[in-house]
């Protein structure tokens, strides 16, 4: 990664003025990676501005943003380069498609390994826990102090990536770097708080959730559905499910846990997580989706209740002993 | 604590078989800094065996605890030294009360700020975040190598008594522990896995809790209520309510999260939780309860719908403005 990293070092040495992106429907890892380079890149002098596609996450409101990030660029004239972070591809952006690119050249830095190297600069390093993982390090070569601001947006991006310390990505260095974050000033446990709050729309409609949780006779599967009912009654948004498929899979047993989301009368939604062994990358694209090993999903056009019987019929063979 | 942890290691030295024990109702702290205990004195060709008044709870079954870990202890000889870890006083061993004391050299290891001091050597570090980072401490001293047998139950032991990384004891020296433990093979999904595991029953209790959860009208105190009735439709224990309270102080805006529950028709007990600010032990203490700033419980001679609004009447005066 040495030659990447000297590459976008010399990028931000020979330019005064950026914009930072990341993709589209941010989480924690884009959002705290895109304002941590923001604060980073104007220590040293620089102009440097976070522009999103979609508003910052509520959830994440505490991270300091104030007059680094927008939704659209308030300077008319482009920048001399731009980042783009945590993104697999250029139009998962949400500024750009096939017919436009950027006039100005593209750093692209990521931890997927699915990422298409669309950058002019590209260092992709899927041995990074975080995109925050590279940018902590960018930090370290480029000789940025680790501000308060700085600190506080990296932890939440690590934290938030590594499942609280607990994906197997959480490596010797993820810790290593948490160490120093807190030394830094950084609180645990008021991070921890604010990541994790929730409405009471959210836990009652979780409550509603769990209720009706099942479990194939063996265990090895298990499911909860969420229809359009529950948001009304609860007053929550599709929003409101992030980490509930984590409930099915902490079943003592399963293999492989789901979450069905009834869109309407004719689309349902799925949520496939593995606990270990399964590849459930596989099951989604049984069903016209993807994703990874131990997490992916798939929009199914057919009712909640159909949905569910052709999806654990297809869990269930996948899981028979061959 | 340089000369304290000496003391430790000069006890270890001089003698040859030890019986190492904590406090009943074990959790993660207590076992895994136990059995790290008992494997780290083995390595050095002492005779050490765990010895609990409890047994090894479900969720830590797990660690490696085979031949060494044992509720009544299988040798008829006394032990040349005996252990007690992560327990305030002496009779929370469950092994001994005013009338009966020890006959041979007690060796005190504990990071409670209340502990009692009752060991021929004491090593009490309320700075430490846990038992089983002086273990850790003590493990480097010895030279100890942090086999995987070690290196898991320290881990586990971190984790949860940090609450995942979370809680304010989270420090630096924490994550570089985790680190260091993580390279010695740890596997950190693995553990949290086992750790967080669910049954059914206990997430279908946790969604009729949900469902109950109420939230004053300013959002300052919200509480659940578990009654004898949620524990027989859901095939449950009072064991299976670990961590549930951590729901209700989750909500935005909440200073005081309450877990009411149902003993008998007469017996009602009550766990206090403060988001921040808020001291809850002193509420505790007003109903003959105790315990910390940020965590603590009372038992009330009432049944639960008098005691849910007296304790909240309480709560409700200390939140008031003065």
Request: proline residues 5%.
């Amino acid at each position: 990664m040495k030659k990447e990293i000297e590459q976008v070092i010399k990028e931000i040495r020979d330019r005064q003025s950026f914009f930072i992106t990341a993709h589209v429907n941010p989480e924690a890892d884009a959002m705290g990676s895109s304002l941590a380079l923001a604060w980073s890149l104007r220590q040293i002098g620089k102009k440097a501005q976070v522009v999103s596609h979609d508003p910052l996450p509520k959830f994440l409101s505490f991270l300091p943003h104030k007059d680094i990030l927008t939704q659209m660029p308030r300077i008319a004239s482009p920048p001399d380069a731009l980042f783009v972070l945590d993104c697999g591809d250029i139009e998962r952006t949400g500024f750009f498609d096939g017919a436009s690119r950027p006039s100005f050249p593209v750093i692209n830095i990521d931890h997927h390994i699915t990422n298409k190297q669309f950058g002019t600069v590209n260092w992709v390093d899927p041995g990074a826990a975080a995109t925050a993982e590279l940018i902590y390090d960018l930090d370290r070569d480029l000789g940025i102090d680790l501000t308060p601001e700085i600190a506080i947006c990296l932890y939440t991006a690590l934290l938030s990536e590594t499942g609280f310390f607990a994906y197997s990505n959480t490596s010797p260095k993820v810790f290593k770097i948490a160490a120093e974050l807190i030394e830094r000033g950084v609180d645990p446990w008021a991070v921890a708080q604010k990541v994790r709050e929730n409405s009471i729309g959210r836990l009652h409609l979780l409550g509603e959730l769990l209720l009706g949780l099942q479990q194939t006779e063996d265990g090895k599967i298990a499911w909860v559905a969420v229809t359009q009912d529950h948001f009304k009654r609860t007053g929550t948004t599709a929003e409101d499910l992030e980490e509930f498929v984590g409930y099915p899979r902490s079943l003592k047993g399963v293999e492989v846990a789901l979450l069905f989301r009834e869109v309407d009368t004719e689309t349902t939604k799925v949520s496939f997580r593995s606990r270990d062994r399964v590849d459930v990358a596989v099951l989604a694209q049984l069903f016209g989706g993807g994703g990874h090993q131990k997490a992916a999903g798939c929009t199914i056009k057919s009712g909640l209740k159909e949905v569910q019987t052709r999806v654990i019929q297809a869990v269930k063979k996948v899981l028979l002993p061959s």
